[in-house]
């Protein structure tokens, strides 16, 4: 299989990441900006997402902006933010036919391009502010997102196991931000912070689809104010973290199910050599349905109902999340403990290690298939500031030991046990 590159080239301020293939039929326009998670940022670059995609200076009702996605034959617009070690991005973007496969004479990539940079740098706005109603609707919209967060216990807990375990660091915050933050916010202070933040941070442009990079350049210069100094990239700290002692943290509600949360430092980030066994360990240990977690702790022991384990590449957090019984919480603890250590002590069989790097190289290879996983994927690289192919990562996958694994395996170390359970107290079988 042949991987599709993105070429780097600036225009002005801005870095257009492009990728030229005849692979799909429409065209992709993805912006990127990055911002510091920050508590006095973060619930404004929420806000600001959902704010900017409300209308612009030619289409400033909502109505309007539909009508003109309706003419480019339904190019599907969308918005976002969302967390990436301790940066938070602010995400704009369009996907659209390409004009090239349509039987009209239409300039939809021009028309898209245009659209998106009216969307970043010519917003509709009132005298000295965003239109009141959209930024009072959207800060209604927030609140319930953040409430709703609250009825799905597992994300609930997540977040929670986030915050206790990386206190007094920037992420812990959400994505969403802080709830007490929404009522302070105004149309006023939302453009002023908006102002500052498209003007200086960076900002990173992804095209990708049958297009031509001359063309697509000078539409950039054409529709977005490129001559603008920003910065390049957003300071973070690095990933290191000695555990000194493991905390254990058990929060009450009104839930039927028990949801484990156990969090561990990596030592290793995305940029650093041992990403990619890395990678592998979290296969092994939680990552598939043939991982130690899910055989050991759920199939074996029948204790979860889910068992499973993730990674945060840029933070070098990984997360454990198991759904559990009650009085379960001591044996599941025990459970997951003797499946780290085992990967300490090199107990790998040779079906896991190859069933793993399988999956996970079909995982990068199915990458292809979507524009936006491609987009995504590079932009990780840009963010830790480590350029890794598609093909490299899968052939550095496919070269990993079980000593490689058992090296990274002796860095991690568990950082904080959270619980969230009932209201019942003194439950059996050593419940928290």
């Given at each position: 299989m042949s991987f599709v590159p993105f070429k780097t080239?600036?225009?002005?301020?801005?870095?257009?990441?492009?990728?030229v293939s005849d692979k799909f039929k429409t065209n992709v326009v993805m912006a990127m900006i990055q911002q510091e998670l920050a508590e006095e940022k973060v619930t404004q670059t929420s806000l600001l997402a959902n704010v900017l995609e409300r209308g612009t200076r030619s289409y400033p009702s909502t109505l309007q902006l539909k009508q003109q996605l309706e003419s480019l034959y339904g190019a599907i617009l969308f918005s976002g933010t969302f967390k990436r070690g301790e940066r938070q991005i602010l995400q704009v973007g369009m996907e659209l036919a390409n004009e090239v496969y349509l039987p009209d004479q239409v300039n939809l990539l021009e028309q898209g391009i245009q659209l998106i940079g009216e969307l970043l740098f010519q917003p509709a706005i009132e005298e000295d502010g965003f239109l009141p109603m959209y930024v009072e609707a959207e800060k209604k919209n927030l609140q319930q997102r953040?409430?709703?967060?609250?009825?799905?216990?597992?994300?609930?807990?997540?977040?929670?196991?986030?915050?206790?375990?990386?206190?007094?660091?920037?992420?812990?915050?959400s994505n969403l931000g802080k709830p007490e933050v929404i009522p302070t916010i105004t149309s006023q202070s939302l453009f002023t912070y908006y102002q500052k933040a498209i003007a200086n941070q960076p900002l990173d442009l992804y095209v990708m689809g049958n297009v031509e990079q001359e063309h697509v350049v000078?539409?950039?210069?054409?529709?977005?104010?490129?001559?603008?100094?920003?910065?390049?990239?957003?300071?973070?700290?690095?990933?290191?973290?000695?555990?000194?002692?493991?905390?254990?943290?058990?929060e009450r509600m009104d839930v039927k199910q028990g949801k484990l949360n156990m969090g561990c430092r990596t030592q290793i980030s995305m940029a650093?050599?041992?990403?990619?066994?890395?990678?592998?360990?979290?296969?092994?240990?939680?990552?598939?349905?043939?991982?130690?977690?899910?055989?050991?702790?759920?199939?074996?022991?029948?204790?979860?109902?889910?068992?499973?384990?993730?990674?945060e590449s840029h933070k070098g957090v990984l997360m454990i999340q198991a759904g559990i019984e009650m009085g379960n919480y001591k044996q599941t603890v025990d459970i997951i403990k003797a499946q780290m250590n085992a990967l300490k002590d090199g107990e790998i069989s040779d079906k896991e290690l190859t069933q793993t790097k399988a999956m996970l190289c079909n995982q990068m290879r199915a990458r292809q298939d979507r524009a936006t996983d491609m987009i995504d994927y590079h932009y990780h690289h840009v963010l830790c500031g480590k350029e890794r192919s598609l093909a490299e990562t899968?052939?550095?996958?496919?070269?990993?030991?079980?000593?490689?694994i058992r090296r990274v395996a002796e860095q991690i170390q568990l950082d904080t046990v959270y619980f969230l359970r009932d209201q019942e107290e003194g439950a059996a079988n050593g419940t928290a």
């Open positions: 080239v600036a225009v002005g301020g801005i870095r257009l990441h492009l990728s953040m409430d709703a967060l609250k009825d799905d216990k597992i994300r609930y807990a997540a977040q929670r196991a986030t915050e206790e375990m990386c206190k007094e660091e920037p992420f812990a915050l000078e539409l950039i210069k054409a529709n977005f104010p490129y001559t603008s100094e920003r910065e390049t990239k957003v300071e973070t700290k690095a990933v290191g973290h000695v555990v000194t002692e493991v905390r254990e943290i058990v650093d050599e041992d990403y990619i066994p890395l990678l592998v360990y979290n296969g092994i240990l939680g990552g598939f349905p043939h991982s130690k977690l899910f055989v050991n702790v759920r199939e074996k022991a029948s204790l979860a109902y889910y068992a499973s384990s993730r990674l899968i052939a550095e996958i496919e070269s990993v030991t079980k000593d490689d």
